[in-house]
């Protein structure tokens, strides 16, 4: 077996130092969920929120207007829909409509905010305080315009400005792929990366396989498979010290 040179040596040194600089300049990262972790959703999940109930209101008002169908008709088309489909209506309807995802999404989703979301006061500190030792992301299934909306209703829009990832595209914590992509543009160890959220399926459970570290946030709910439990996003900081 070959002994590496002294000049090989130097170069993978070398290398190596380069991909500690990039990754994230040795900080390591937090993955955010939106809905339900930065604020806390009236009904407890997405399920029972006010939220979907307009998100599926504005649905039926869509495909009644592109399909030309009645209420009732736009009604039995989103069922039909969700049944095969599930949460994701976008894709169900674009495979088996032709309907845009894209424009489904900028008309379905820009939702005010006014009376869904509820802004925590500490929020915008607790995160500036995470910025000095961690990268912030945010991955959410919901499109840019309501993530956009949230986080000017939250006053945190700077924070995330250049770390979004949004659910319009394949990558979807939904689809299972989401966190990967993360991880492949911050080029950074899963190892490294922290995913934050209040669903155990989406949230935990993808980011926890591909070997990241996880927090469940819930202010009754427990996980038996995240890394721990919080009861909101004000007990973060305290918690990244003692898993740290």
């Not at 008002?61 to 592109?66: A, D, G, P, R, W």
């Not at 069922?79 to 995802?101: D, M, N, P, W």
């Not at 899963?190 to 155990?200: R, S």
């Not at 990241?212 to 305290?238: C, Q, W, Y």
């Amino acid at each position: 077996m070959p002994v590496p040179t002294r000049s090989r040596l130097f170069s993978l040194e070398k290398l190596w130092h380069s991909y500690r600089v990039k990754k994230t300049n040795g900080k390591k990262l937090i993955v955010f969920d939106l809905d339900g972790t930065l604020y806390p959703l009236v009904g407890g999940s997405y399920d029972g929120s006010l939220l979907k109930r307009r998100v599926l209101a504005n649905a039926i008002k869509f495909i009644s207007e592109k399909l030309s169908k009645s209420k009732a008709g736009a009604r039995t088309v989103l069922e039909t829909v969700q049944k095969k489909y599930r949460e994701q209506i976008s894709i169900g309807l674009e495979k088996e409509y032709g309907l845009s995802r894209y424009d489904y999404f900028n008309t379905v989703w820009d939702i005010p905010t006014r009376g869904i979301v509820k802004k925590n006061p500490d929020l915008r500190k607790v995160l500036l305080e995470l910025q000095k030792t961690y990268e912030l992301a945010l991955v959410s299934d919901a499109p840019q315009v309501w993530i956009k909306n949230v986080l000017t209703a939250l006053s945190v829009e700077d924070i995330f400005r250049t770390s979004v990832f949004s659910g319009e595209g394949g990558r979807r914590k939904g689809f299972g792929n989401a966190f990967l992509a993360v991880v492949q543009k911050y080029k950074i160890r899963p190892a490294d990366c922290v995913a934050v959220g209040d669903q155990e399926e989406t949230d935990i459970l993808p980011a926890k396989k591909l070997g990241m570290r996880t927090i469940f946030v819930h202010p009754t709910k427990l996980s038996l498979v995240a890394d721990v439990n919080i009861k909101s996003i004000g007990e973060l900081v305290a918690t990244l010290k003692f898993l740290s």
